[in-house]
């Protein structure tokens, strides 16, 4: 079989972006700036207003003198972290919660069923912003409200395979033999969900970055004081006409980051027909 040329320019973007993440104590140690660290005399102009890209500030500074470019490498390690471990946490959660009621049905089927109704009725949107407002905004509280709004879309995937595996002829040749429930469902039918979980996941990261962005954008996802994407997408709102750079860095970053997961998702999705 040939190599999906899309697939493995996806994913070497994807390492890419990881890459430069990885690298942003390098950055900051290059450059001399820390992500937090405010250049007043030379990061502002005498307006001051942010200076443009330059042989000091190689991809400009933001509205308080800040470098752009390291605050964008730590950026996407808060971003990439926030989307990984939040597709991590919705997957296990959905794959445990669709295998449990697709497995047994009736009355616990019907409660699953019912609950992830109620998860994707939910405002998720206006549900982050009052947790925010209660719990503060933390990576953790972030993390924690995208996988919960995103795991009912695995578990009802899972749910719908299980229903169709466990009438297979190798669950019921294992059921005659006298498996409890856990080793049909750990052993017999979960390693058939394999492909389409793993696909699925693929298609989810992407939309917990932007999830995560859009959240730190308004203000309810991470800490302000912490570099993400999305919080430096807000904090251009007020110089995106005079400061370009300010929308292009991050929002460069994290449409290349979502199109890549998008596309890497259907490469896969082909691979797995």
Avoid: K
């Avoid at 009725?121 to 407002?133: N, Q």
């Amino acid at each position: 079989m040939r190599p999906d040329r899309t697939a493995l320019a996806c994913l070497g973007l994807l390492a890419g972006v990881a890459l430069f993440g990885l690298l942003a104590p390098a950055w900051a140690h290059w450059t001399g700036h820390a992500y937090h660290e405010t250049f007043p005399r030379t990061g502002l102009d005498p307006a001051g207003q942010p200076v443009p890209p330059n042989a000091e500030f190689w991809l400009g500074t933001d509205d308080l003198g800040r470098d752009v470019l390291v605050r964008a490498a730590y950026g996407a390690r808060v971003s990439l972290l926030v989307g990984f471990s939040a597709t991590v946490l919705a997957t296990a959660a959905g794959v445990a919660v669709g295998l449990v009621s697709g497995f047994f049905g009736g009355l616990v089927d019907l409660l699953l069923a019912r609950l992830l109704d109620v998860v994707l009725s939910f405002p998720y949107v206006l549900v982050a912003i009052a947790l925010a407002t209660t719990l503060g905004a933390h990576l953790g509280t972030t993390i924690a409200v995208i996988g919960f709004f995103s795991f009912a879309a695995v578990a009802r995937t899972v749910r719908g395979q299980t229903l169709s595996l466990r009438e297979r002829e190798f669950v019921l040749a294992a059921r005659a033999l006298g498996a409890g429930p856990w080793r049909l469902m750990t052993r017999e039918i979960l390693p058939h969900l394999t492909a389409p979980v793993i696909i699925l996941a693929s298609l989810l990261l992407p939309a917990a970055i932007g999830f995560e962005a859009t959240l730190s954008f308004l203000g309810a996802g991470v800490d302000p004081g912490t570099p993400s994407w999305g919080t430096m997408l807000g904090g251009a709102q007020e110089h995106y006409r005079s400061a370009w750079w300010l929308v292009l860095v991050p929002g460069g970053l994290l449409l290349a980051t979502t199109v890549a997961c998008n596309l890497l998702g259907d490469a896969l999705n082909r691979t797995g027909r």
